[in-house]
């Protein structure tokens, strides 16, 4: 019998706001899906799209990226640079066929613990229902074949 | 006088005055349709000058050579609209000094020659400024709207069908005028971003990667289409993004020598209707 799906997410966040936020939801003992793994940056203008790619060619099933609300970013604006990339990049991820469903944007403060671990449940729960990423595995699989000459 | 001649004079007369030290402009190819570029420095070759319907090549690249505009004197160019628009992207990100290029501008609609009047930059915005508001047309407009249609996993299918054929020559890059990077980030292999081997992986990761690198800066000269060897459809990503651009901000790449770059600038208001 195989295992249950269990999804993969792969989380970039910046540190002053969002993982703040992870780390409020911890201390005040909030119970979220433990499908994340959480990669901590200096600022949202830090997350740069070669992350996403780099996390689907792990084999990440879906991917949050998350950081300070508008106005709030501790560099000022990093988060509305990041903001404009983040529209052209998920344009171009959508034209080529990768799902926008697989890839969520979120602003979380330093205060929204309950925001953090109700958005973990929910992005855990429709990555889930939309299963593994296949089509992006089949690729990564084609590189792993042993060379046969 | 024909256009060909008027502009072979033009190019002569600079040269003979020093007012430019190199002219970049089209010569004859290995076939009686192909164009090669020509680099001329003396009077005597502006002979060997041709401009006709073939010259489709975006020369603009070339301007970035490095150190052809470190001595600080003038080099002229033979420049369509995209050209034009390609030089007002260099200029806008430092590449280069516009008022070192002396443009000679000419224009092909349905394939007919057209002088263009204007030598520096400024003398194009009205025109660049027009281009903005028509609907270009482009070869697989049919195509895109298909492709738009499509599910996910039809459109996954499609590139992954096109990017397979992809052999990673980088011929795309060294053909557009706006790929300028000394190390472009599918040669770092500390981090190593881009799978390199020949598979569908890297191939996928790679054309995402230059699209993404050009969204807001392309001009749609079709360089990158026309060089690449197993005729994956470039130009369709290209208008995509061109499109998004536009649609998103208002932006349409070279319209000015100081036009801000897109993703090095913001509006507080930007839309942000996908972020939770
Ligand atoms: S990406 Fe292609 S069409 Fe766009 S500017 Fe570069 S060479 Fe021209
Ligand atoms: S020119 Fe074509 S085959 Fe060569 S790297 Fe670019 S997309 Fe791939």
Redesign the interface.
């Known amino acids: 019998m195989s295992e249950p799906f269990e999804p993969k997410i792969t989380a970039f966040v910046c540190t002053y706001c969002t993982y703040a936020g992870a780390d409020l939801a911890g201390t005040s003992r909030l119970k979220y899906a433990p499908n994340v793994r959480i990669i901590r940056l200096p600022c949202t203008g830090r997350i740069s ?2 992350f996403i ?2 996390a689907l ?1 792990k084999g990440a099933d879906g991917i949050l990226i998350s950081g300070c609300h ?1 106005g709030d970013c501790h560099f000022t ?1 990093g988060n ?2 990041a ?18 469903e697989r890839i ?4 979380i403060s330093a205060a929204e613990g309950l925001k953090f671990a109700d ?1 973990i449940n929910n992005i855990t729960e429709d990555i889930r229902k939309l299963g593994p990423f296949d ?1 992006y595995h089949k ?2 699989e ?2 792993q074949a042993q060379a046969s000459l | 006088m024909s256009i060909e001649q008027q502009y072979r004079t033009r190019a002569k007369e600079l040269l003979s005055a020093g007012e430019v030290k190199m002219v970049i402009g089209y010569g004859a190819g290995t076939t009686a349709e192909r164009r090669r570029p020509l680099f001329i420095t003396s009077p005597d070759e502006t002979e060997r000058l041709v401009l006709d319907s073939a010259c489709i090549a975006n020369l603009s690249g070339y301007l970035v050579t490095e150190g052809l505009l470190s001595d600080e004197k003038r080099v002229a160019v033979f420049l369509r609209p995209e050209g034009i628009r390609a030089l007002n992207v260099l200029a806008a990100e430092a590449q280069l000094d516009p008022l070192q290029v002396v443009i000679i501008g000419f224009d092909l609609p349905k394939g007919e020659l057209k002088a263009l009047q204007g030598s520096s930059v400024d003398d194009f915005t009205a025109l660049l400024g027009a281009l903005k508001e028509s609907t270009p047309d482009v070869d697989g407009r049919e195509l895109l709207e298909k ?2 249609k ?1 599910s ?9 069908e096109e990017f397979s054929k992809c052999i990673k020559c980088y011929a795309c890059r060294q053909a557009c005028p706006m790929c300028y990077c000394r190390r472009c ?1 599918v040669d770092s292999n500390q ?1 190593q ?3 390199t ?1 020949s ?4 191939n ?2 790679w ?3 230059r ?2 690198h050009l ?2 800066r392309c001009v749609e000269c079709g360089n990158c289409d026309r060089a690449c060897p197993v005729n994956i459809p470039l130009r369709l ?1 290209n208008r ?2 061109a499109q ?2 536009l649609d ?2 208002n932006h349409f790449a070279g319209t000015s020598k100081t036009q801000e770059p ?7 208001d ?3 209707t ?3």
């Open positions: 799209p070669m790619l780099k060619q508008p604006h509305y640079h903001r404009r990339r983040w529209m052209v990049f998920r344009a171009l991820l959508s034209f080529t066929g990768i799902p926008e969520k944007y979120s602003w958005l089509q690729l990564i084609e590189t | 492709i738009e499509m996910p996993e039809e459109r996954f299918a499609f590139w992954q980030i981090p971003w881009v799978n081997s598979h569908t992986l890297g996928f990761e054309n995402i990667v699209a993404f969204s807001g990503i995509k993004m998004e651009v998103s901000f897109v993703l090095a600038s913001f509006k507080k930007d839309s942000e996908f972020i939770l």
